[in-house]
């Protein structure tokens, strides 16, 4: 590494794909001590269950993929507890998962199977729990039995279960959101966008969480379609046709993280609409980042 030709960027990929190697292993042991508490608070407080109201049947590779495309963005202020957790809403043939804290929001679906009654019975699985489920998913097994209702969520897989509370709360309508229709549509690599996100300019705006700075990217899309990451001086856009989008650095890059895929699509629906990221072939995955609004670009 030290060795590499100056200039050339070697060293900083190197050093970049080590940090990504030590963010999934920190990832992972946090996982699976989520389910080794989980456990032990079964051990010391087993609860009382009462009749579920809702059985499904999902492929359990399905569902650890969709908990990696939604952790990131579970909310974690506690003045807004019912954020703290992931929703498993069932709809028909799917059950969709959903995250969100305010400033960005994350959707995933599973094929699901159904008992024959097929109630409607969705459940805030709390933030330990979805932890304690992604580490038992790691067992090899084909598939999880679910169970939500009772106020519970129940987990049984490769002769293993977990089961806890779910949270008491109501969770906000994320359909307002995905119901919007974008303007601009565009078909990118995941990896050059990563990159020239990771190595481009910022702005430090208060626009994290309770008004925290943060590093904000500004995306300009040009009249011919090209993505491009604005520079530190840029003003209002010039150029007719041009539009520039300003998200949080970091929600983006957490982002592109969790979608892990090659190719991505980015939908655009103007200046202060949301960001949306999709992945080819996934139609039911998608994150949503909040724009933010930088002064002197109009």
Do not use: K, W
């Not at 994350?106 to 969705?122: I, K, Q, W, Y």
């Not at 169970?147 to 129940?154: A, E, F």
């Not at 089961?163 to 994320?174: I, R, T, V």
């Not at 626009?207 to 009249?223: K, Q």
Request: net charge negative; with cysteine; glycine share 10%.
């Amino acid at each position: 590494m030290l060795g590499a030709v100056p200039g050339s960027g070697a060293a900083e990929r190197v050093l970049d794909a080590h940090l990504r190697r030590l963010e999934d292993g920190l990832a992972d042991a946090r996982r699976e001590l989520s389910l080794i508490r989980v456990m032990i608070d079964q051990r010391e407080q087993p609860m009382t269950t009462t009749p579920a109201d809702l059985r499904l049947t999902v492929p359990a590779e399905e569902l650890a993929a969709a908990l990696d495309a939604v952790r990131f963005a579970v909310g974690g202020d506690p003045e807004a507890p019912a954020l703290a957790g992931v929703l498993f809403e069932p709809d028909g043939p799917v059950l969709r998962l959903v995250a969100t804290d305010r400033y960005r929001m994350a959707l995933a679906e599973v094929s699901a199977t159904a008992g024959p009654d097929r109630p409607t019975c969705g459940a805030i699985v709390p933030t330990a729990l979805v932890d304690a489920l992604r580490a038992l998913l790691g067992a090899g097994a084909a598939e999880v039995a679910l169970t939500l209702g009772g106020g519970l969520v129940r987990a049984e897989t490769g002769g293993h279960r977990i089961e806890g509370a779910a949270l008491d709360f109501d969770y906000p309508d994320h359909r307002v959101l995905t119901r919007l229709e974008p303007e601009h549509r565009i078909d990118l690599s995941a990896a050059e966008l990563r990159g020239a996100v990771e190595t481009g300019a910022t702005r430090t705006l208060p626009s994290g969480p309770n008004g925290a700075d943060c590093a904000v990217t500004v995306l300009t899309l040009t009249a011919d379609g090209r993505l491009t990451v604005a520079g530190p001086d840029s003003g209002p856009g010039s150029v007719p046709g041009e539009l520039r989008v300003a998200v949080n650095r970091d929600f983006l890059l957490d982002a592109l993280r969790a979608a892990r895929p090659e190719q991505l699509v980015l939908e655009l629906g103007g200046p202060i609409a949301p960001l949306a990221i999709r992945t080819p072939g996934r139609a039911g995955t998608l994150s949503l980042l909040m724009p933010v609004r930088v002064p002197d670009l109009g």
